[in-house]
């Protein structure tokens, strides 16, 4: 959780400062390699080894370990006074402490006839925005417990009701000034300033078919991608920054202020892509991320290939068929960028470097199908079409188990959400008694305490909405 070196203001040994605890770190340590050592009924496809198996440790770093508190009191404390510790936390932590000892309880959202949530992302500790299948991008107050629409960006085209086919994509950029979604016409995507969301610019001309995910390089640079196999690369540079965010109505006449005032939005930019790419090998661009580590773009094509981008040159580097992969639909990359893929029955760990599966986790409810994945920490989290959450622990191995109950993994079951209208014969298997949402979006706050999750019904013929707050 957390981890100071405590330096002493008086006399020469810290409180945490017991040699006993030398003992207790021998022991713990000799469980866990003999635990190792031990041959599982069925091997493991990917192991690693520590670098020794020494138990014997020097007497500086048996120095270090009885000057360091892991105690969470001893952190807060050394942070208020401002010491010279040296402090260290593990910001995964309380999501791992709330999961495991069954603490989240979940907050329905109505969202009345709106039909399939498809992203979402926190804009602070109380608003969360996010895009629906019917075009509508909403954001909602956790305090206030409301619902607000935020006007769509519609192009200089025009936009017919065919070519607007859901929201699918919003991302932030890493500085929260901005945030990047779809617009009106489902083939351009729109940019709003935050914290006010007022409508910065359109990005058209780059697509011609809808944008399935886009994510931000950095502060300037967007990259989207979209069914016709496309990736597009934006700059927001500083003169689009100083677009005004109104005219001044006085100025404009009463002709441009009665134009004004039948638009939907204020006055807003247009810009075009810097660059088009072509994803070679592609079917369908379904999702992107940005690995930071390695500093390229991963692509999902619905064909079952995985696609990687030079991010600085902008070029395509390789492509790899995933095995028997199928209805692969999200991505998700850690930190250190290890690859998590959804499929329709398992989530697939990747090796960066190789695109090689290093560990195959199969779902532990039968065709369910996986739809969204995220890290938070060494945690991966999973959403099903099924309406559960799952979580599994990348250094464990294995999905996390409660300390309430040792006999049962941690898992999430979201509540049914909405439904128009039930039909009257079964639909794909659907049934009214069975039914369950599918998550197709889900993230955390930025203390990692609160869990948003969101979707409806999986048969594409069904309208309806699922959304709630776990916390």
Known sequence: ???????????????????????????????????????????????????????????????????????????????????????????????????????????????????????????????????????????????????????????????????????????????????????????????????????????????????????????????????????????????????????????????QHQQQQQQDVPSYAHISPIAVKECRGAQKIRAICFNKEYRELALLSLNGYMHLFNAETFSQKLSRKLPNCQENVCIACQPNGLYAVGCRSYTLLLDPRTLQAVKKIASRYSGCGIRSASFQGNILTIGTGMGMLMFFDIRAGKYLESCINSSRTVVLKASKGYVAQFPDEEIDGFQQNKYSPAIYTHCYDSSGTRLFTAGGPLPATLIGNYAGIWQ
Request: proline share 6%; hydrophobic share 30%; net charge negative.
């Open 1 to 255: 959780m957390s981890k100071t070196l405590k330096r002493p203001v008086s006399g020469q040994r810290p409180s945490c400062y017991i040699p006993s605890r030398l003992e207790d770190r021998r022991i713990r340590n000799r469980t866990l390699r003999q635990e190792r050592r031990r041959k599982p009924d069925k091997p493991d496809d990917f192991v690693t080894y520590e670098d020794s198996d020494s138990e014997e440790e020097t007497p500086s770093q048996q120095h270090q370990v009885l000057s360091t508190s892991y105690n969470f009191v001893d952190y807060i404390r050394s942070r208020e006074s401002d010491l010279s510790d040296e402090r260290t936390i593990d910001p995964a932590y309380a999501s791992r402490h709330i999961l495991t000892h069954d603490m989240f309880r979940e907050t329905p959202i109505a969202l009345g006839n709106i039909n399939k949530v498809f992203c979402s992302q926190w804009l602070s500790n109380r608003q969360v925005v996010f895009g629906t299948k019917c075009n509508k991008l909403m954001v909602y107050d956790v305090n206030m417990r409301r619902v607000d629409a935020i006007p769509t960006l519609p192009n200089s085209h025009g936009a017919s009701p065919d070519t607007q086919s859901g929201i699918h994509a919003c991302q932030i950029n890493p500085s929260h000034s901005l945030l990047a979604t779809g617009a009106r016409h489902s083939a351009d995507i729109a940019l709003y300033r935050l914290p006010t969301l007022d409508p910065l610019c359109i990005g058209e001309n780059a697509h011609r078919d809808w944008v399935f995910d886009m994510c931000w390089l950095d502060d300037q640079f967007l990259v989207s991608g979209s069914r016709d196999t496309k990736l597009a690369l934006w700059r927001v540079n500083e003169d689009l920054m100083d677009f005004p965010v109104a005219k001044d109505a006085e100025e404009e006449g009463d002709q």
